[in-house]
């Protein structure tokens, strides 16, 4: 099988997270990909934070509709704005 659509059919959402902690190397490194990865009309509309603090955390899942997926550790990979 070609390998690029051996990749896209491998692909899967997580939705359990640890708070096993990662690298500054590799959150540079999945930004980037992020990064460079297709939107709709290049418009890329986000924002990658990388929040630390548990307590702010759960401030952001609050103000986020009360998503407590915003709350998870290591949830916003990123490091454009740590707190």
Do not use: W
């Not at 759960?58 to 740590?82: F, N, T």
């Amino acid at each position: 099988m070609n390998p690029t659509i051996e990749l896209l059919k491998s692909h899967r959402s997580v939705r359990k997270f640890t708070d096993q902690p990662v690298s500054r190397e590799l959150l540079e490194e999945l930004v980037s990909a992020g990064q460079a990865a297709a939107t709709s009309s290049h418009v890329q509309a986000y924002s990658i934070i990388h929040v630390k603090n548990p307590a702010n955390r759960e401030a952001i899942a609050e103000l986020a509709g009360g998503q407590g997926c915003a709350a998870y550790p290591r949830r916003l990979p990123g490091g454009s704005v740590p707190t």
